[in-house]
């Protein structure tokens, strides 16, 4: 499970001399609490007809010992798999059908459990949430199944170096802890793990009284409420008390300087250190929160690219203790002992000098209009405000913005002085050689023996039971539910640039994104990944801005740019391809005009220097070291080679260390004004304001982005696949990633018909092989479209164990699809209505929406089309399934590729 540094508010109020930022997308902000003691928030947001219901249990890893290690995780599992009302697949058909995403995810303070659904559901949403929470289960025959995806998803985490650095860490920094478990477990304690354990542990700790459920979306309060209390008031009623558990961590002042070195076969190296931080109940609080980002801006500023491949500080606070966490990578050991130096002269300035005034305004109106962007992806916005409340409380969330924005700079001063005069820490370092530990050291065993209480202390924790009525925390006017229409206009400017412009009045986000085209046709040969190495250079100035200057031009606006998928966020590479490169940028409409401006400069005059080249190319040289590690990316690269052959879709957007290395700072000379030529690029804008207003300062700003004078191929037709192929690649790691799939000419009418039956081909996959079988914990198959050409993929990670047995599953899902004669009409509804609902969640942010009109155009498709395809995917009737699947699915010119 990944740590998520969270910094998003509730109301939007700022004092001083900067513009202010208000929260006009929330129409109300209540809170109530039943007397069976569930506590509930709610947030009206009406720009999208969505409900988001999110359920934050006090039930994680914090409550485990040394032998119960990933129970949570475990539960959180298998309260998926059926309940006294409900079969397992009942209710997954259920939400399909609907249209409902159900996910959770287990974080060390919580588990939580979210649903996201169509606002006119939302009574059924809230039926089917209180179900599983409170009536699971936890069938016997269910247990070893979960029991062997489990398995598989450490299996998945294994395979890469920065989990290994990241418990290594825990288990050092938070000795004898329960923040010393790895949040999953391990293989030895999920392998050990009990039914009736887990049981005890769900009966004890899913209980409404200890549940805050956060309800966020296009609702009225006072009708929801009653929904809420049709669905939770026949739950039994909360125990008064249930178990808890109080922890102290060793104070790191007394410690010194205390890093721990490990060693392993590994392609960079990994530096993790804790300084002391004030709890989240200490006064210091707010004022750490904002420190700690001006923190995490200087290191980024003044050392990445420099002894650091990466770096950035995160603030961990808990009602048990509080850390500062600064995180880097470095390409060897050398790089990073040099760097630790001078980590801590960044952090002796700031406890010695203090920070500026300009510093402090910047993080706040940056966290400001992070919540107006966060707020756009309910599901997302409710995840992260998960932890705050299992940590502080209903109330710690609701005044978070005022404790914020009234901060100081002589406060920031203060506890920067406070907790840095002394500098002492303690950390890891996991770098390359001879390996100087086992796994085995991770057992949670050793780390917390099974009965060993302290420093930890057991108790029972009183339950607040006294009802609270519907209390109104704030109001606004909301610019979100208008009845003002879409407004969408598109122009090819004189130079070849195409822009379109969204007006709509969901949001007060102004969102930008800017598409290279046909990214691995334009690289030259022998130089894949130059695209990439471009795009990160974006980010370290202009010809007018430092990098520091720039960053601080950004903050100012409380911008957001994305050049890269974030490198940090393992599997976050849903838009890294070969087919394009992105520029993301965000502001809100106050700041627009500013906004363009920094974004015009980033685009057409960036700093193209050599020693910005050499930084860059490091950076991404750093990510290739990461995926050389990872059988998952062994399996894309070969499966893309062995797919297209010589098209340039098979060659890698990161490119390989050696084409990497090849490239020369001449090359991007020449690369930069050919790929960001004004006609190979279009921009798409998603905003509040008129788009005729919005299209003519685009033009005024990018009409002078020249033109390239080389000809502009278009990407060749996708190459059929001829024959099947099976390519074998075998590094003995344990895990293995498998990938079938085959292309094919298709006629247009049967595009909607064959995504359909894919995604039935995807459920029935991943229902056999991973939720009855236990095989895996990734698993899936999908239908893309390019020109008069179709793509079927199937993917699946797993172990070498089960390698055979899994390709030969896939295989038969294939052949059963292949074979129908007839399906049920039920099976083809849900899966429509999943489909239609997936996609409407990624457009909910507008970035979303400015992404999707980009790949419009690069599909040659009106900007009308996702609607018009919707329409298509209505029609689709179960004849057209069977038929399409017949016809497509019914051939033997399959690739297979497999990496383990």
């Not at 087919?579 to 193209?608: C, Q």
Request: proline share 4%.
């Amino acid at each position: 499970m990944k740590n998520i540094h969270l910094l998003v508010l509730m109301s939007l109020c700022l004092t001083g001399g900067f513009p202010a930022v208000h929260a006009s997308d929330f129409a109300k902000v209540s809170k109530a609490r039943l007397d069976n003691g569930l506590q509930i928030i709610f947030i009206e947001n009406h720009a999208n007809p969505v409900v988001m219901s999110g359920a934050v249990l006090n039930a994680g890893s914090r409550f485990e010992d040394g032998a119960f290690s990933g129970a949570s995780h475990m539960l959180e599992h298998l309260l998926f798999n059926g309940t006294t009302h409900r079969t397992q697949k009942e209710l997954y058909d259920e939400t399909d059908r609907y249209g409902i995403y159900n996910n959770a995810t287990t974080m060390q303070s919580c588990v939580f459990y979210m649903m996201l659904g169509p606002a006119e559901y939302a009574d059924k949403i809230l039926e089917i949430q209180s179900d599983m929470l409170y009536n699971s289960t936890l069938p016997e025959e269910k247990f070893e199944k979960e029991r062997g995806i489990v398995l598989e998803e450490l299996n998945k985490d294994m395979d890469r170096k920065e989990y290994i650095a990241e418990q290594l860490f825990r288990q050092h920094a938070y000795p004898m802890t329960p923040y010393a478990l790895p949040v999953l477990g391990t293989v030895e304690t999920i392998t050990n793990m009990s039914r009736d354990k887990v049981w005890d542990y769900y009966q004890a700790h899913y209980v409404p009284g200890n549940t805050t459920l956060f309800l966020m979306g296009d609702f009225e309060t006072e009708t929801m409420l009653e929904k809420v209390k049709a669905s939770y008031y026949g739950t039994t009623k909360s125990p008064t008390t249930v178990p808890h558990i109080t922890v102290k961590l060793p104070d790191i002042t007394g410690q010194g300087r205390n890093l721990k070195y490990y060693r392993t076969e590994t392609n960079q190296a990994y530096l993790d250190l804790a300084f002391n931080a004030p709890k989240i109940t200490d006064p210091d609080w707010a004022a750490f929160q904002v420190l700690s980002e001006i923190i995490s801006t200087r290191l980024r500023n003044q050392l990445q690219g420099h002894h650091f491949l990466t770096i950035g500080a995160s603030y961990e606070t808990n009602a048990d203790f509080g850390r500062l966490r600064v995180s880097a990578t470095a390409k060897d050991e050398p790089a990073l002992d040099r760097g630790i130096t001078e980590i801590i002269t960044v952090l002796n300035d700031i406890g010695t000098f203090g920070i500026q005034e300009k510093e402090l305004q910047n993080v706040i109106i940056r966290t400001q209009t992070d919540e107006l962007f966060v707020a756009e992806r309910l599901h997302y916005y409710v995840m992260m405000k998960a932890a705050q409340i299992a940590t502080g409380g209903w109330d710690f969330v609701l005044n978070y913005s005022d404790r914020i924005a009234n901060v100081t700079t002589g406060q920031v001063n203060m506890v920067a002085q406070k907790y840095f005069s002394r500098m002492n820490y303690t950390g890891t370092v996991l770098a390359n050689g001879t390996p100087n530990f086992d796994l085995a050291q991770l057992s949670p065993l050793q780390l917390l023996p099974e009965g060993k209480i302290d420093p930890r202390t057991r108790t029972e924790l009183e339950l607040n039971l006294t009802p609270e009525p519907l209390t109104l925390i704030s109001q606004s006017e909301s610019i979100a539910g208008s009845d003002q229409q879409s407004i969408v206009i598109r122009k090819v400017l004189a130079n070849g640039l195409t822009v379109i412009v969204d007006q709509n009045p969901d949001s007060r986000v102004f969102a930008v994104h800017l598409m290279a085209k046909h990214r691995s046709l334009r690289e030259p040969e022998g130089k894949a990944g130059i695209a990439d190495i471009l795009h990160r250079m974006l980010l370290l100035g202009t010809a007018n801005k430092s990098r520091e200057e720039l960053d601080q031009a950004l903050s100012g606006i409380g911008a957001e740019v994305l050049v890269t998928d974030r490198d940090f966020i393992p599997f976050d590479d849903y838009y890294t391809t070969p087919e394009f490169s992105f520029v993301r940028f965000k502001t809100i409409d106050d700041f627009y005009e500013t906004g363009l401006d920094i974004f015009t400069e980033m685009i057409i005059h960036p700093a193209l220097t050599p020693e910005n080249f050499e930084q860059a190319k490091e950076q991404l040289l750093g990510v290739l070291g990461r995926k050389q590690e990872s059988v998952k990316e062994t399996a894309r690269r070969l499966f893309a080679q062995a797919l297209y052959g010589d098209h340039p879709l098979a060659q890698s957007p990161f490119g390989t260390i050696e084409t990497v290395n090849s490239i020369t700072f001449e090359d991007m000379q020449a690369f930069y004004p050919m790929y960001f030529a004004a006609n190979n690029l279009v921009l798409s804008i998603v905003t509040n304001l008129p788009a005729e207003s919005i299209m003519a300062t685009v033009e005024s700003r990018f009409g002078e982005l020249p033109p390239t004078e080389y000809p502009l191929e278009d990407m060749p037709p996708l190459p059929v696949t001829q024959e099947s192929k099976t390519v074998e690649n075998n590094q003995e790691t344990g895990r293995a990633q498998i990938y079938i799939g085959t292309i094919f000419p298709i006629e247009p009418a049967d595009e909607a018909a064959l995504d359909v039956a894919t995604s039935i081909l995807s459920d029935r996959m991943m229902f056999d092989l991973r939720e009855t079988r236990g095989w895996a914990y990734s698993i899936g198959a999908s239908f893309s479209k390019k020109g008069a050409f179709g793509k079927v993929t199937l993917g699946m990670g797993t172990n070498s164990g089960v390698v055979n047995d899994a390709v030969a599953g896939m295989q038969e899902q294939i052949r059963q699809m292949a074979a129908l004669t007839e399906i049920d009409s039920l099976e083809v509804e849900k899966t429509i209505n999943s489909m239609i609902y997936r996609q409407a969640m990624r457009t909910m942010a507008r970035e979303g929406q400015a992404y999707r009109y980009a790949m419009r155009e690069l599909e040659g498709l009106p900007v009308e089309s996702d609607t018009s395809y919707t329409q298509q995917l209505r029609t689709v009737q179960p004849a057209d399934v069977v038929r399409v699947a017949q016809h497509y699915l019914n051939t033997d010119k399959w690739v297979t590729v497999i990496a383990q």
